[in-house]
């Protein structure tokens, strides 16, 4: 069976948003084993300096690459990452799962993003959209994105 595992910085503060992933993780389990790990996010100051944040992302960043199974096919969620529609994201994610891909990792950095190191490992930068999300909610999207891939691959009427 497919796997599948989120890796987030931060905790999701609303039960909405965690009622949400909750959801959309109960309805993967049918097409996937779905893990997620959760990091926890670096202190920083009210007013954090670029350094600060630089640090924060190293040390987040460090913390990430651990949980990173060594054949897992990785997404980095960032702004600057490719653009897929669901149905080519969809493609994408069948191609890598037909080429042997066993694992899937999706990442999502705290509100200030992935450390260069994770961008680097990762075999495909993804992004969202070109517009701005709160990031909790950018969070329960990649979730209902990645399952709506799953059922697009299935042929499901869930993609109209």
């Not at 490719?82 to 890598?96: C, D, G, N």
């Not at 992935?114 to 961008?119: E, I, W």
């Not at 329960?140 to 009427?157: F, H, N």
Request: net charge positive; with cysteine.
């Amino acid at each position: 069976m497919l796997k599948i595992k989120f890796i987030t910085v931060g905790s999701l503060s609303e039960s909405h948003w965690r009622a949400a992933c909750e959801e959309y993780k109960k309805r993967l389990g049918g097409f996937a084993s779905v893990t997620e790990v959760c990091i926890k996010e670096a202190r920083l100051p009210s007013v954090p300096s670029d350094a600060q944040i630089a640090a924060s992302l190293e040390a987040e960043g460090a913390k990430i690459l651990e949980n990173i199974s060594p054949r897992s096919c990785v997404f980095a969620m960032c702004v600057e990452g490719k653009q897929y529609s669901s149905p080519e994201l969809a493609r994408f994610i069948e191609r890598k799962v037909c080429e042997g891909c066993g694992e899937l990792t999706f990442i999502v950095g705290s509100s200030y993003g992935l450390s260069p190191r994770v961008k680097d490992a990762a075999d495909t930068r993804l992004s969202m959209s070109a517009l701005t999300f709160p990031h909790q909610l950018a969070r329960v999207m990649l979730y209902e994105a990645v399952y709506r891939c799953t059922e697009i691959i299935k042929g499901s009427k869930y993609h109209k």
